[in-house]
Structure formats: structure tokens, C-alpha cells
């Protein structure tokens, strides 16, 4: 990853510094009109059990013990799809440099609250069809590409395919490997930027909901045919990609009301009890290796 980055820096620098002698030649193109990316892989069905256990302390001090289990969960088992794309390319004849953001579909069409960030860097091949046209300005640019992919998937209420299950915390506390949800909670308000201050609000709880959560970094090589930036205004882009993860962490999210976080604790915690299609794990099950396909629709400068 280090080399990766140290490539892309490499590149940007020399487009710069190229830039005062070629001006005309450069080229942005955003693109934020629609993209679609089907993702393919067989390392994504299986399913997800998390149980622990954990007490109940009532209003009046008396304390019941418990186990939580969850429902079996398929997180990764729907397509992943990005919709909304927004994303930026800058470049010359030669070579461009790229950052990428979208949203996440997972599951039934449920849209996680996170998004996927990607930058990369590649080179641009000019081309047209038929291949023995005299034009000047090519119709197409083949653009291979190696790309760096951050992706955090977290679900946010009870619709998400990462819910687990939830606890009643009503007028009650629940402690659990050394965390205590109490009946309340406080969250903050405003921002110094905003109005020079801050307000504090207490909440009553109503249950503590649990999620399966992964973050991942991946190296990503791509291949896309576009439109001549140079020569189109209106920017099309079909690509296909593999994603292959290089660093992977699987985690348990405990929030009150869905958006109070109380704590995180990771697969390998010892209050928890995780299985993979009913077999005991500590590490993260879901390897999001596979083919995406899409397309992006932008404007090119």
C-alpha cells in the first residue's frame, strides 16, 4: 500500500510540474450523474450468530442474569451496489489521478449510512473504432488503473441486513462485559462554527440494539473505456474491477436507540460467542474478494 501511495504522489507531482508548459492539455472530469456496481463473490453467504451474556438491573436494584442471541444474520449475501456516485478525475494524455466517494445498497436495497472512498491512479490509451480512422482526436480512452478502496459497512435500525437483535433497556440498566447501558443517555448538539456553543440533551433509552459491522482496505485494479474527455463534454464510462481486500475487521456495534454508541467490541472479545455457519470464530468471516461492473455518467473540463 505504501509503494501504491508513493506512485500516486509520484504521479500528481509530475503532472504538476508539467502543467506550466502544457496547460491545455490537462483535464478534469467529475462525475456524480448515476453509477451502478454489482459486486460478485462467493465468500459473502454465510451466516452470522453473536450470543453473550448480561445483566438486567432493575429501578429498584434487584438484578436478573440473561444470555442475548442473535438472529443468524447474511450481511453480504444481496449484490453490493453503489449508487449516487461522486467522483473525480484529473489527468493529462498520458495518465490521470482519481478520488471516488458512494453510498453503500446492502441487503434488500437497505442504504447504509457510510460511505466507500476509493483513490487510485492510471494511465490514459486513446483509441477509436474503427481503428484505421484518421481522426485527430480519438472517440475513446482506455484507462487501466490500480485503486486503494476504504469501505465501512455498519447498520444503523432494525431494517439493516446487519442487525442482530436488540435488548429492552427501558427504565432499566444492562451491564455487560464491564459496560453498563443505563436507563438515559446524553448526546450534544450544535457545533462552536455553527453558534458558539454546544447544548446537552438527556434521552430515556428504549432498547439496546446490536450490529455487525466490517471495515476493509483493498487494492483494486480496474479497466474502464471511456469517452474522449478532450473531446466530449458529456462524460460515459463503463468499467469492470477486482477487489481484493488486503486488511479486514469484523466487529460488534452496541447502540442505544440506534444512533447512542455505548461500545464496540471486536469478534475476538472474550464476553462474545461468534459463529460462521454454525462454527465458532474470532476473525472476520467475510472475505469481499470479486468482480464489480459498472458504468459513471460526469462532465468533462
Known sequence: MKSTLILIAGALSSMAGNAQHAQKDFYWTITGFAAAEPFFSDQKQGGLTVSFPYQVISPSGSTADSVFHSRVIHP???????????????????????????????????????????????????????SKSERSEKRFVLKPSLNILYANYKGTDSKSPTYLGAID?????????????????????????????????????????????????????????????????????????????????????????????????????????????DAPIKATPYHLNGWSVGFVMGVSF
Request: aromatic residues 16%; negative net charge; glycine residues 8%.
Open 169 to 277: 433497556n427501558k427504565d432499566r440498566s444492562i451491564t455487560f462485559g464491564g459496560t453498563t447501558a443505563g436507563p438515559t443517555y446524553s448526546y450534544t448538539t450544535g457545533a462552536w462554527y455553527e453558534s458558539g456553543s454546544t447544548t446537552t440533551f438527556t434521552d430515556s433509552a428504549n432498547s439496546l440494539n446490536i450490529y455487525y459491522g466490517q471495515r476493509e482496505w483493498s487494492l483494486q485494479p480496474k479497466i474502464a473505456i471511456g469517452t474522449n474527455p478532450y473531446r466530449h463534454r458529456c462524460y460515459i464510462e463503463v468499467y469492470a474491477a477486482y477487489t481484493l481486500a488486503v486488511s479486514e475487521k469484523g466487529k460488534v456495534y452496541f447502540n442505544q436507540d440506534d444512533d447512542h454508541q455505548v461500545t464496540v467490541k471486536d469478534l475476538n472479545d472474550n464476553l462474545l460467542t461468534v459463529q460462521y455457519n
Open 76 to 130: 453480504f449475501s444481496s449484490l453490493k451496489v453503489y449508487i449516487l456516485h461522486l467522483g473525480a478525475d484529473f489527468g493529462d494524455r498520458h495518465q490521470f489521478a482519481s478520488v471516488h466517494f458512494s453510498p453503500v445498497l446492502m441487503g434488500e436495497g437497505t442504504v447504509s449510512r457510510n460511505l466507500t472512498f476509493s483513490f487510485g491512479y492510471g494511465r490514459n490509451l486513446f483509441f477509436d473504432w474503427p
